[in-house]
């Protein structure tokens, strides 16, 4: 989701700081981190939308073509389990990791740790208050990661908003220790050029690291232009996380002119200026490869070398993609699946105005043998249920769902809900199985929705914005086999080899 506390700090001199150790779960004292719609979106929290708008929505709902003002509703095949509400004092809920018996829930105003071991009943083990927009998360071992994508006065879990014009501005990647989940420990903070939006781990035996992804949206992030067209790449060493470090800032776009051969963008373009960077990427470590989501480009690169990796293909969409927002392969490795976040995420897209086309997935296939491999577009899939104007509804997080022979997937679309559909067949998708609550608000436009649907050990896992967290049960035939597989962690932007 494009969103920000406030002004992206200046570009200075990438550095370490050490962060103060004995960190508790307990609840911090610190200004909670208020976020506000990207300033591209055009769109804020709690507009009123026009009075026909509402009429159409209160009418959708009379007729049951849409679910009523917080009301769920779900096809046959999907059980609702159990949902633990978000925390009145945090920010918006955001991404989701998973190790073992726990999962882990970014917020904006930190992350909270819950013990799954009973799906229907999962408890709260940790609440961690560290402020910094998204608090994008991962795990590894006993490390666990969060981007901090906005201007902050220092890099403490103490630390307040503040303009990116004082010398003391920070943002990048934090640092805990998991080792005690009830107790976890902030141990380290590498600051990043531009901040980090969202971060992937390449997790190896000693060593982990993590690609940085940031951008800038538009000419009010003017730290974040051209020539940022790269990532930043971390190395934490496992045994002293304490010293890690950007050890390379690979240049994804090289070439000449402003926007160093990213999508310059143009008038055709529905949303995008200029690349100034990436959004996400998601690895699939056992094939060497990545794909990322960056803004008006979907590349795909190897990563055989992960301090250096190399952009294999490049693709756009200047007709129907606004923003290059995250990717998922599938198990063979020969499809891509991109999503584009018309919007920003804070927009009502899931209606007859924007179409089946925009605001969607976008599937490639990848088709080709090692450095000549090429992406080539083959459909768009976007829910097939009508949404209310006053719901933000988008293509947004998602994972594969591990079923030998098929391309399945679940994936969230905020106030849209929670799709789960099969891309087997890459020029014809369909939805499966869906669930849902109906709008926040006949008046206004009230962001929420799930951020992330990941599918883990048998169940599906939501993070809603709003609402809370979320476990869904598959009753299907087709997803039976999916629960025989079993993780003991997941990063979904770390796919892992399934059936290896």
Known sequence: MILFNDSRTRLRRVGVATAAAGLLAALLTAVPAAATPDPGDGTATGKE???????????AIASGEIPGQDE???????????NIPKEAFTGLNSDLAFQGKYAFAGNYDGF?????????????VAQVLCPGSQNDISVSGD?????????????????????????SSWEGMKVFDISDKRNPRYVAAVETACGSHTHTLVPERKNVYLYVSSYSPSATYPDCQPPHDGISVIKVSRSHPEKAAVVNFPVLFPGEGPDGGGNPGGPTNPGVSKTTGCHDITVLPSKDLAAGACMGDGILFSIKDPENPKVIDQ??????????????????????VFTDELGGGGAATCNAAIGPDRGA?????IVGKGDKRKLVFRSYYKIPRAQADTENCVAHNGSLIPVKGKDLMVQAWYQGGVSVWDFTDSAKPKEIAYFERGPLSTDTLQVGGSWSAYYYNGYIYSNDIAKGFDVLKLTDRRTDQASRVRLGELNVQSQPDYFD
């Open 49 to 59: 939308v026009s009075r026909s708008a509402q009429a159409e929505a209160r009418a």
């Open 72 to 82: 769920i509703v779900h096809s046959a095949n999907i059980k609702p389990l159990a």
């Open 112 to 124: 909270r740790i819950f013990d799954i071991s009973n799906p229907k009943a999962p408890k709260t």
């Open 143 to 167: 490390l666990l990661f969060i981007s901090t994508d906005s201007s902050r006065s220092d890099s403490s879990c103490n630390s307040t908003t503040q303009p990116a014009t004082e010398k």
């Open 315 to 336: 693709v756009q969409d200047n007709v129907n993609f606004a923003f290059w927002h995250s990717a998922t392969f599938n198990q063979k490795a020969n499809k891509v």
């Open 361 to 365: 997935d976008g599937i490639y296939d």
